[in-house]
């Protein structure tokens, strides 16, 4: 490690050399003296790169604090043209309940003002003019410092004097005080002073959260009074909105069951979302389609197509090649709604596109598909009864309480409420009143609500019902649920 002088040891062989300039040593201490300049910019140089970093995060969190307020007021303008929204139409209770909790914010608001203004006054200011002022100036110091160390000679030569050797000594001895000058500043600046200014801001964060928890102290005891006030509200509200669900039920109970009054003389009809066909095409057809082919091309080929029995038989080009058969019961048949002579099969793993001659081709081939669909449903459930005897009601009856007796039946898919009256006839599971009314908001291309008491339900209705039902409905819905969620219950908003 080179040697060093300190500063005492410099003040103490300077002092001597003024004192005594003949006898003095000083010149043989100058070679420490710049180690000793070496040293301090060494240290100088780590903390200027901390102190950088330090003004950067600073500069970022007074940043970041300004959009804060920016936000908070853009808040506290959106609660009081609230509360004026409320006043307006004659809530004065919200309305007071709002411009309370702006005025709340506002308080905040104020006192993160002051904070983010302590945070830049006494150290972002202080930072800044540490670095861009002081560290500058230092520098100033040193080169002037260094300029007069060429200059100094440590022996006489031909035609010089001892006075102008003293000179050099001199103003080599000054810039060096005056850079140990500098330095002493700076190490007061950037140490006590420093310190001294985050003193200064952590007051002025204690005083920020003294007004926080004084205007929270205020507000807590306005939270206090307006929570009871708010569960007697909203107790209020869900009865009302209990009573305009019941009256909605009994309205569309009213409505759904006007066309199915007769619906026990007419023939068992397929309605899960399914269009219904035309009976005088009845249930066979042979003839020839255009199918869109599946690859790249995409390009209309003629096919053979054959329904009879509840399938659709699809033949190839090709003599040595399978036909394709269709289950219609897992299919569903959709028009086209851009091309009144298109029409659309949609299988489990697949759809397909269909072009027929004419618009009226098109309908008989799509009420062909129906009515074979409905009448595959009907021999479904008249072979799961095997009971010739039975009437349409009896049949749907026995069928209702078998659905009920089902595992998980007991009780509504969602919110576990015991002894559900209402079904979803597309998603095969029995739910309460309450949830029933949530199911009719989702709308019937979600789930198409029917009640098992209210409803006169056809047979080709209750399929999925008793194939799924409740229990199994939940085991795969549920399946990659956490473990810890949990059910809502009757209560649940």
């Not at 004065?92 to 005025?103: I, V």
């Not at 830049?120 to 080169?143: A, P």
């Not at 209402?422 to 199911?439: A, D, F, P, T």
């Amino acid at each position: 490690m080179p040697d060093l002088i300190s500063v005492q040891d410099f003040i103490s062989q300077t002092q001597e050399d003024l004192s005594s300039p003949t006898t003095s040593s000083f010149t043989s201490h100058m070679g420490k003296c710049r180690n000793t300049v070496c040293s301090l910019e060494e240290d100088l140089d780590s903390d200027r790169t901390v102190l950088q970093k330090m003004r950067k995060a600073v500069k970022a969190e007074h940043t970041t604090g300004q959009d804060l307020i920016s936000h908070l007021e853009a808040h506290i303008a959106a609660l009081e043209k609230f509360s004026g929204n409320y006043h307006n139409s004659g809530d004065e209770k919200l309305s007071e309940a709002f411009t309370t909790f702006a005025s709340f914010s506002q308080e905040l608001l104020e006192a993160m003002k002051s904070l983010l203004l302590s945070l830049y006054h006494n150290i972002q200011f202080s930072l800044d003019s540490l670095i861009k002022g002081d560290f500058k100036g230092i520098e100033k110091e040193k080169r002037e410092l260094a300029k007069q160390y060429g200059m100094v000679r440590t022996e006489v030569a031909g035609g010089e004097i001892a006075e102008e050797m003293e000179k050099e000594r001199r103003m080599f001895q000054l810039h060096m005080c005056e850079y140990l000058i500098k330095v002493n500043e700076l190490k007061t600046k950037k140490g006590v002073d420093l310190l001294q200014n985050n003193i200064k801001h952590c007051n002025s964060q204690f005083n920020f959260f003294q007004k926080c928890l004084k205007a929270t102290e205020k507000h807590k005891q306005f939270i206090e009074k307006l929570t009871p006030e708010l569960q007697s509200m909203k107790s209020k509200q869900e009865e009302e909105k209990k009573q305009l669900c019941s009256l909605r039920d009994q309205l569309k109970a009213a409505l759904q069951l006007e066309p199915r009054e007769n619906s026990v003389s007419k023939p068992v009809r397929y309605s899960m979302h399914q269009l219904q066909g035309n009976k005088q095409y009845g249930t066979e057809r042979s003839g020839s389609l255009l199918k869109k082919s599946d690859g790249l091309r995409k390009v209309w080929q003629k096919r053979k197509c054959t329904v009879r029995n509840g399938y659709l038989t699809i033949s190839h080009s090709t003599l040595n090649r399978l036909p394709v058969k269709l289950n219609l019961l897992t299919c569903q048949v959709k028009p086209n709604a851009d091309d009144k002579k298109c029409f659309d099969l949609i299988s489990h793993n697949r759809t397909y596109h269909f072009l027929a001659e004419d618009e009226q081709e098109c309908n008989i081939w799509i009420s062909v598909l129906s009515n074979s669909k409905e009448e595959a449903l009907n021999v479904a459930f008249k072979q799961a009864h095997d009971k010739d005897g039975y009437n349409m009601e009896n049949l749907t009856g026995t069928i209702i309480e078998e659905i009920k007796h089902m595992p998980g039946n007991n009780m509504c898919c969602d919110c576990s409420t015991p002894d559900p009256a209402w079904l979803s006839i597309n998603l095969g599971v029995l739910i309460c009143i309450e949830c029933s009314g949530i199911h009719r908001e989702l709308g019937v291309h979600h789930s198409r609500i029917q009640s098992l008491a209210l409803d006169k339900l056809a047979t080709s209705e209750l399929l999925l019902a008793k194939n799924i039902g409740n229990s199994r409905f939940n085991d795969i819905v549920e399946a990659n649920l956490p473990n810890s969620s949990s059910k809502p219950t009757k209560d649940s908003a």
